[in-house]
């Protein structure tokens, strides 16, 4: 048989009355069940101050990455923002080319190609509710969209697509603008439909 010898606990001070007491557990903060249920009672001022400090963390990052983002990202988000627009402001069309209501999935078709008339890339008259099959298997049926092209917006608007445009290099603030331009008019949308 071997002798241990009992270690004699250090004294914590009460985070309640801030006396000295020997804890019987080693995560024990009070002294005794009244000052636990005291401090209880308090705000965890620690909590408090370390969620604010995340909270400044996470916004330094946010605006960090922002700096980084280069024209493209900028211009991808825009995008994605601008198509989600349509396919809201098309909601009850049916699609663009074949005329069909499905479950399936839209896209937002453009008349005029992004790659061939990138100045028209967030052309309202040139963006429709088009169905995934019409534009990734029939590259967008054309003869079918400029046919329903006309019967929306007029052989006039159409013709004026189909001219000739001012070239245009979006800057980055132009894309933010458009982008902020474009979530207020998803955030009317959204809220006339609810």
Known sequence: MTRTALKEVKQKTCKACSGKFRPSLSTQKACSVKCALDLAKQPDSQKVARKAIATRERREIQVRKEKLKSRADHMRECQIVFNEWVRLRDVALPCVS???????QFHAGHYRTVGAHPELRFEPLNVWKQCAPCNNHKSGDIVNYRIEQVRRIGADRVAWLEGPHQARKYTVEDLKA?????RAKIKRLKEAAA
Request: glycine fraction near 16%; include cysteine; aromatic fraction near 8%.
């Open 98 to 104: 074949c005329g069909r209501h499905h479950d399936g």
């Open 178 to 182: 458009i982008k902020a331009e474009y």
